[in-house]
């Protein structure tokens, strides 16, 4: 067990050409739900074992509610995403009979492609999590005070002619 670590962990195996990612749901306290979002999602770190052509991730899980933890999964793969949710509860992670699978088109390009940045104004009480599908790394927005508006505004760093995975939580 990891030291300063109080929680779970559970492991899943990725075959060759698949990367999963694991999101971990958090509501908002009610009496806070007024001004914040009513759910952020934060990313679970993980440890990674080669073995063959797989590789098994062990996800953790800090101070994880005693009703449970309910999960986003992502598997990235070539050219799709699928979406799956799950639930930790005690030991066991109980995970979705019907996945949702997503298709995605990135355009292949020889030349050298610049990153551009993409400007929005953000709602602060719907968090959209954008991810690269390739590295299925997050992409942070920056967020700064546009002095000539006054409104809070936010600066992606995407490459043109790529595809992203971007998703949200919100209730039914």
């Known amino acids: 067990m990891t030291e300063g670590f109080h929680?779970?962990?559970?492991?899943?195996?990725?075959?060759?050409?698949?990367?999963?990612?694991?999101?971990?749901?958090?509501e908002t306290a009610k009496e806070l739900q007024n001004k914040y979002p009513k759910y952020t999602v934060e990313r679970l770190v993980f440890s990674e074992e080669i073995n063959?052509?797989?590789?098994?991730k062990t996800f953790f899980i800090?101070?994880?509610?005693?009703?449970?933890?309910?999960?986003?999964?992502?598997?990235?793969?070539?050219?799709?995403?699928?979406v799956n949710m799950g639930f930790l509860k005690?030991?066991?992670v109980k995970i979705s009979k019907r996945p949702l699978p997503v298709k995605f088109?990135?355009?292949?390009?020889?030349?050298?492609?610049?990153?551009?940045d993409f400007k929005y104004t953000p709602n602060l009480r719907r968090p959209i999590t954008i991810i690269d599908p390739e590295t299925t790394e997050e992409i942070k927005?920056?967020?700064y005070l546009d002095k000539n508006t006054n409104e809070v505004r936010g600066r992606c760093?995407?490459?043109?002619?790529?595809?992203?995975?971007?998703?949200?939580?919100?209730?039914k």
């Open 157 to 171: 760093k995407l490459k043109p002619n790529k595809s992203y995975f971007s998703f949200e939580i919100r209730d």
């Open 7 to 26: 929680g779970k962990y559970f492991s899943v195996t990725d075959p060759q050409g698949v990367n999963t990612v694991i999101y971990r749901i958090n």
């Open 90 to 92: 005690d030991d066991k």
């Open 141 to 143: 927005p920056m967020i």
């Open 62 to 82: 800090d101070y994880p509610q005693p009703e449970g933890e309910d999960l986003v999964i992502l598997s990235f793969g070539e050219q799709k995403v699928v």
């Open 105 to 116: 088109d990135t355009i292949y390009s020889e030349q050298t492609m610049e990153l551009k």
């Open 52 to 56: 063959g052509n797989n590789k098994k």
